[in-house]
């Protein structure tokens, strides 16, 4: 049986947002779905994720703000990935993201949002279906 | 089989009907049995273990009367953009009744940074309101009488400076120090277990704290230095008792501080405030609540020595819980916060904040706020339940569930005890392991809805956005350029010499406040006095654990 290649995702906590349940939850979750999970912890910049990114080599970042700084350190974290030759890589957001901001963020690059009361369920699926393709 | 979907149990003859469920259980997962009687209550002693509100040990409530006295403090927590448009929210709080102030600061005020840092991009103004100096500060309490109005600021890491900060505006308005009312947050401990907003290393970080407990007694009696907090630890994902446990075993750990800094126990236990959070179980947040008062009691007298009736006697502050309010449906949330905010007054809370409905989506609208508010006046006003002390006295229910909250609670103390105490504990990542597994759990059972969140995984339909509070990046610009100005027109040979001897103290034992007060005044800005420190300190990195 052929060795299956492990989804590797990194979990990221960008900008000054101490907020950590629902990354380690969503970590743990993906962590238990059979996936390679690295979580860089609290208060990471732009720069500090992409480099992150580049090192472990992720197929997926999944991004939690709840500090609402989203529409500034997400732009900048996908033009980062994009220069680092990353611009492949899913990018996902969970928090604390206004309804008006979707769109703009999904234009900018982010492969789906994940709004509070998303199951962890849906969000593996999500992973899973993304690496099929 | 979902919720909305159930059938009607019928028993046959002579069978006990079947229940709804396997077992159940609180939101924390306590089981739950189906009566409590007499029987539970055997060997209970309650003259001694309930004794009279106002007297030991306390479980019945602070004070003779509580709310036929005086209402609970309804202290709406706020804060966003610049000092200006968070001093216009204060003033329309104050005329709509609210009781008191809460003041909510952004991620940069909270970790030490000034508005125009490169790390404070995206973030200023966002969460709560932009302090970087004292000039901010006064903005912040234009036309309020500090002497008249009590202040609760939310603050932990730079907790003494935002505090130098408060104490200079209350001495230009001419108050006097020892008339100051309110409360600091200020509780370190729970940022390394929950909250995450550490900047300074454990040891240091509780030297601070105990200076102001120091400097709070001498100079400002009725102040609370410090909010010992258990609402992070639930909003993390802890369960109750752990919420419970957890914030008891902080409360030991500053007295033990304060006590090897040579003060006398009933010179600053006193100004020692509490913090839980008020969340869906309706009896577990009454249980817990009256177990805390009795065990701090039980704390104070035993493990501290303490004699003061005021030593021992457990005042809190509640919240309703944030993690329980959905995006989903969001007018859900006026229901879910009214009876998190009844349980917080059935347990005999001194001052409350009730959440808006629109939390999972932003900082409240001004509509959102009003009805936070008017929930607790409705409660207060119009349902009685203001009327009488400690209604569920006596319950062979809430009685038991208190008991037995209390006794789970010690287990996890004598552990931490056994783990050589909080801060040791903490650098072993127990509290912190403890609350990611619960949180975890809670996750999974809502996964496989065995817990219903009513709008989320049962009774979900179409969703119509509701008008949410937008802060942009505007109040980022204008603090720079107030910043700008302020380093213009301050002494900045003063502000250099107050930094050093700042710094130097900070290597020394002497209390900090006195130097933090000269440099606040010199208007030194929070980030260059939160830099100096951090140069002598250092920064406190976390060994994260999922």
């Known amino acids: 049986m052929p060795a299956e290649k492990r989804i590797r995702?990194?979990?990221?906590?960008?900008?000054?947002?101490?907020?950590?349940?629902?990354?380690?939850?969503?970590?743990?979750?993906?962590?238990?779905?059979?996936?390679?999970?690295?979580?860089?912890?609290l208060r990471q910049t732009p720069e500090m994720i992409a480099s992150a990114?580049?090192?472990?080599?992720?197929?997926?970042?999944?991004?939690?703000?709840?500090?609402?700084?989203?529409?500034?350190?997400?732009?900048?974290?996908?033009?980062?990935?994009?220069?680092?030759?990353?611009?492949?890589?899913?990018?996902?957001?969970?928090?604390?993201?206004?309804?008006?901001?979707?769109?703009?963020?999904?234009?900018?690059?982010?492969?789906?949002?994940?709004?509070?009361?998303?199951?962890t369920q849906d969000i593996v699926d999500f992973v899973k279906n993304r690496a099929a393709k | 089989m979902p919720a909305d979907r159930q059938p009607t149990p019928r028993p046959a003859a002579g069978e006990k009907p079947p229940e709804r469920a396997p077992e159940f259980t609180t939101v924390s997962g306590y089981p739950i049995r189906g009566l409590y009687s007499p029987a539970d209550l055997s060997g209970h002693d309650a003259a001694r273990e309930l004794g009279l509100p106002g007297a030991p040990p306390y479980t019945r409530g602070i004070h003779p009367a509580m709310y036929r006295s005086r209402l609970w403090t309804m202290r709406q927590f706020a804060g966003f953009g610049s000092a200006r448009d968070t001093n216009e929210r204060f003033r329309y709080l104050l005329t709509q009744g609210q009781s008191g102030l809460s003041v909510a600061f952004d991620l940069p005020t909270l970790m030490g940074y000034d508005s125009d840092h490169s790390l404070s991009e995206g973030e200023v103004g966002k969460c709560g309101v932009a302090i970087s100096s004292l000039a901010d500060m006064e903005a912040l309490f234009d036309r309020i009488p500090l002497g008249s109005v009590s202040t609760s600021m939310t603050i932990n890491s730079p907790a003494a400076i935002l505090w130098a900060m408060y104490l200079a505006v209350a001495e230009k308005q001419g108050v006097d120090w020892k008339l100051l009312s309110g409360t600091l947050q200020n509780d370190i401990l729970k940022e390394y277990i929950a909250q995450k907003e550490y900047i300074y290393p454990p040891k240091p970080s509780m030297r601070l704290v105990i200076d102001t407990f120091e400097f709070a007694a001498r100079h400002t009696p009725k102040f609370n230095p410090i909010s010992i907090s258990g609402y992070h630890i639930r909003e993390a994902g802890s369960t109750a008792i752990q919420e419970l446990a957890f914030t008891l075993r902080d409360g030991i750990e500053y007295v033990e501080w304060g006590v090897r800094r040579g003060l006398a126990v009933d010179d600053?236990?006193?100004?020692?405030s509490f913090f839980f959070n008020a969340h869906n179980d309706f009896f577990e947040q009454i249980a817990k609540y009256r177990a805390a008062r009795r065990l701090w009691y039980k704390t104070m007298t035993e493990r501290f020595g303490a004699k003061l009736a005021r030593s021992s006697a457990l005042r809190f502050h509640a919240q309703t819980a944030g993690c329980s309010l959905t995006a989903q449906q969001p007018y859900n949330n006026v229901v879910r916060t009214a009876v998190q905010a009844l349980a917080a007054v059935?347990?005999?809370?001194?001052?409350?904040?009730?959440?808006?409905?629109?939390?999972?989506?932003?900082l409240p609208t001004e509509f959102a706020a009003t009805l936070a508010l008017r929930t607790q006046q409705i409660l207060a006003h119009e349902t009685g339940v203001a009327n009488t002390v400690d209604p569920f006295g006596g319950s062979y229910f809430v009685e038991t569930l208190t008991n037995e909250m209390e006794e789970a609670?010690?287990?996890?103390?004598?552990?931490?005890?056994?783990?050589?105490?909080m801060i040791a504990a903490i650098e072993?990542?127990?509290?912190?392991?403890?609350?990611?597994?619960?949180?975890?759990?809670?996750?999974?059972?809502?996964?496989?809805?065995?817990?219903?969140?009513?709008?989320?995984?049962?009774?979900?339909?179409?969703?119509?956005?509701?008008?949410?509070?937008?802060?942009?990046?505007?109040?980022?610009?204008?603090?720079?350029a107030r910043l700008g100005k302020l380093r213009a027109e301050r002494s900045n040979d003063e502000v250099a010499r107050?930094?050093?001897?700042?710094?130097?103290?900070?290597?020394?034992?002497?209390?900090?406040?006195?130097?933090?007060?000269?440099?606040?005044?010199?208007?030194a800005t929070l980030g260059e006095i939160c830099d100096a420190l951090r140069e002598v300190f250092g920064t406190h990195e976390e060994a994260s654990v999922t």
């Open chain 2, 409 to 421: 609670a010690r287990k996890y103390i004598r552990k931490i005890d056994d783990l050589g105490g």
């Open chain 2, 498 to 523: 107050q930094l050093a001897s700042l710094r130097l103290a900070a290597q020394g034992t002497e209390n900090l406040m006195p130097h933090i007060y000269s440099a606040v005044k010199a208007y």
């Open chain 2, 346 to 362: 059935m347990g005999g809370a001194q001052s409350l904040h009730t959440n808006s409905l629109d939390e999972a989506w932003a």
């Open chain 1, 53 to 119: 990114a580049v090192q472990e080599d992720v197929d997926v970042i999944g991004l939690s703000i709840l500090s609402g700084a989203h529409n500034t350190l997400v732009p900048q974290l996908l033009e980062l990935l994009k220069q680092k030759g990353m611009g492949d890589v899913t990018v996902l957001l969970g928090g604390t993201i206004p309804e008006a901001d979707i769109s703009g963020l999904k234009k900018a690059g982010v492969a789906e949002i994940f709004l509070p009361g998303t199951s």
């Open chain 2, 428 to 480: 072993q990542g127990y509290p912190q392991r403890e609350i990611a597994d619960a949180a975890y759990r809670y996750q999974v059972s809502v996964d496989r809805k065995e817990k219903i969140i009513v709008g989320v995984n049962a009774f979900a339909g179409e969703e119509t956005p509701i008008e949410i509070l937008r802060i942009g990046e505007s109040v980022r610009e204008e603090q720079t």
């Open chain 1, 9 to 41: 995702v990194l979990i990221a906590k960008p900008g000054l947002d101490g907020h950590d349940r629902g990354a380690k939850i969503i970590a743990r979750a993906l962590r238990d779905a059979g996936m390679e999970v690295i979580y860089t912890g």
């Open chain 2, 268 to 272: 600053f236990a006193p100004a020692l």
